[in-house]
Nanobody
């Protein structure tokens, strides 16, 4: 089993910044990818960004140039630096880790951007 612990959500004003972090623990032998998804009220969960084991990244168009993903392989951790936040970034953000082809999810952390 793999456990994910997220931290860093909160309330911020438009234009502000937040940093989300996620640490994976447990039976981790082969991480294929790590990343972040988000789900706003009334919407489906959507990909924000992910980075694969060979450093390929995928981004939602809405966050390109504002968000940055970083990974610490030694700590099995992934972070999301979010800059120039907008009210439409308000959502619950979920850490996602793919281990041996299996998806694992964090419980989510709420990010609220006030206008």
């Amino acid at each position: 089993q793999v456990q994910l612990v997220e931290s860093g959500g909160g309330l911020v004003q438009t234009g502000g910044s937040l940093r989300l972090s996620c640490v994976a623990s447990g039976s981790i032998f082969n991480i294929n990818a790590m990343g972040w998804y988000r789900q706003a009220p009334g919407n489906q969960r959507e990909l924000v960004t992910r980075i694969t084991s060979d450093d390929r990244t995928t981004w939602a168009d809405s966050v390109k140039g504002r968000f940055t993903i970083s990974r610490d392989n030694a700590k099995n951790a992934v972070s999301l630096q979010m800059n120039r936040l907008k009210p439409e970034d308000t959502a619950v953000y979920y850490c996602n880790v793919v281990v041996n082809g299996v998806n694992y999810w964090g419980k989510g952390t709420l990010v609220t951007v006030s206008s």
